[in-house]
């Protein structure tokens, strides 16, 4: 049997929850019966069903699962959360064979859910598309074993090299990549927990920061605001998503819950010492918020802020057709360029640290 296909498949379910399931990971799984496929599932949004549980369910001819293989992303979990064990619903099951992508290093699993299935007599096969999988659930083990967000660095240059210009007239951004790459970065914010940038950003463009060319969910702002420089009556500050603001020791601040009892989002300051370790800090801060991915998307001080402490995961670059002469420069970096693609007339570069 092609193991290397089921697992495939498995990826292609699993992208289906992404940005739902947080703070548990978006899983596929795939029950085989004979070389076909008689059942499928993906993680559903969190306090709901795992990928095994809906994949058992889908299954109309329950007695076949005593003679198929369960194929999943991630180790079955062996402990109770929202829902019961996933390992012992498959074990209840009469599954004998379970092909697995790679091992959840979470320490309440950690290879518990394995453990359990071999006690129970079952055939487990671990490895399979081992790098594929990890890739995919790359935020939820960034989570796990460094205690920080997985950190994603996006901006948009132009072809002779800066990201914007050095004046302009209105508050509001001068785009440099197409509507189709614009697109794109709000699937993006889709996908990912929060979305962060620094005080001149908000200050120059009055971004939204939330998706509004995709459908999803809007992203946890983070905004970057050592002396409380930014009007109140900025967008980012209209409570109409999560926002965490992140200041300067010295100022007083107190967190200011909603009104709206149909808005239950809460604003955060977080105060940290901006004369030192400055991106350390932030990351110590949203992790125990429980932040699991970020996109900081500017402006540059911040990008490059997170480069110089080398706390960044991907940076999505895009190059656009047009040329500034002069203007504020991208921001410097090395790393190696993982992948890069055509958008219209954009380049979008993707890089990976390593």
């Not at 076909?36 to 994949?55: C, L, M, Q, R, W």
């Not at 939204?208 to 969910?217: D, E, H």
């Amino acid at each position: 049997m092609n193991h290397e296909i089921y697992i495939q498949r498995c990826l292609q379910l699993a992208k289906n929850g992404i940005g739902t399931t947080r703070p548990n990971p978006s899983v596929g799984a795939v029950i085989v019966h004979n070389n076909k496929i008689i059942g499928e599932g993906f993680t559903s949004p969190y306090g709901d069903s795992h990928a095994e549980v809906n994949a058992i369910r889908s299954v109309h001819n329950q007695e076949l699962l005593k003679e198929a293989t369960i194929y999943v992303t991630l180790e079955p979990c062996s402990h109770y959360g929202k829902t019961p064990p996933c390992a012992d619903l498959i074990i209840e099951k009469g599954i004998p064979n379970i092909v697995i992508g790679s091992v959840d290093t979470n320490s309440l699993v950690a290879g518990k859910g394995i453990e359990r299935l071999k006690k129970a007599g079952r055939n487990v096969t671990v490895g399979v598309c081992e790098k594929a999988c990890k890739d995919h659930h790359k935020r939820f083990f960034t989570v796990q074993n460094k205690k920080r967000p997985f950190i994603i660095l996006k901006w948009a240059e132009t072809k002779d090299g800066f990201i914007a210009p050095l004046t302009k007239n209105e508050q509001k951004p001068v785009w440099i990549s197409n509507t189709y790459s614009q697109q794109l970065v709000h699937k993006w914010r889709s996908e990912e927990h929060a979305i962060l940038v620094g005080t001149n950003t908000v200050i120059a463009d009055n971004p939204s920061l939330t998706v509004r060319s995709w459908y999803g969910n809007n992203p946890v702002r983070i905004v970057i605001d050592k002396n409380l420089r930014i009007p109140l009556e900025a967008t980012v500050l209209d409570r109409s998503v999560k926002i965490i603001v992140i200041v300067g020791k010295n100022n007083e601040v107190k967190d200011v819950i909603s009104n709206d009892s149909e808005k239950s989002h809460v604003f955060i300051y977080e105060q940290i010492n901006f004369s030192s370790r400055v991106a350390e800090q932030i990351c110590e801060a949203l992790h125990k918020h429980q932040i699991q991915s970020v996109i900081i998307e500017g402006g540059a001080q911040t990008l490059q802020t997170f480069v110089d402490a080398n706390l960044w995961d991907e940076a999505r670059v895009f190059i656009g057709d047009v040329n500034f002469g002069e203007g504020v420069k991208h921001p410097v970096f090395n790393a190696k360029l993982f992948s890069e693609e055509k958008i219209d007339n954009d380049i979008l570069r993707i890089y990976k640290n390593d």
